[in-house]
């Protein structure tokens, strides 16, 4: 698989994961990025409910439904779970306020300084499955 692009799959099995993942806890915002330094694509998870105290336990909910998903694009190690203040999360909600609406969004460019940041693909919001 090319690490370069992300690719329909991973974005599928993201939107597969997030939409479990609601279930556990309340997403704010959920995107994938690449950075400068890393070789793969991680899906970062942003939500008002996560602390340093909790963050195990949540993390526990992301391995298990990433094993019960079985896919390839997606584990436990691929997942980030942050707060909504994050640098990164406040400029991705900010930017959805902007362009408010039910379609994924692909941002250039960097938000946290001195971070280059190759791709940023955001999910809209709430994640929802599409109906068969």
Sequence with gaps: ?????????????GRQFLSEFEKVVPVAVAFWMKTDNRVTWKL???????????????YEN????????????????RVKLIRVDHPVARDILREAKRYAGRTPTQYEGSPLPGVT????????????????
């Design 1 to 13: 698989m090319d690490q370069k692009s992300l690719v329909t799959e991973q974005i599928e099995a």
């Design 44 to 58: 970062y998870v942003a939500s008002e409910e996560f602390t340093e105290q909790n963050r195990h336990t949540f």
């Design 62 to 77: 992301v391995g298990g439904i990433s094993h019960a998903l079985k896919s390839p694009y997606l584990g436990l190690f």
């Design 117 to 132: 940041i190759e791709g940023i693909y955001v999910y809209p919001s709430p994640i929802t499955v599409p109906v068969a």
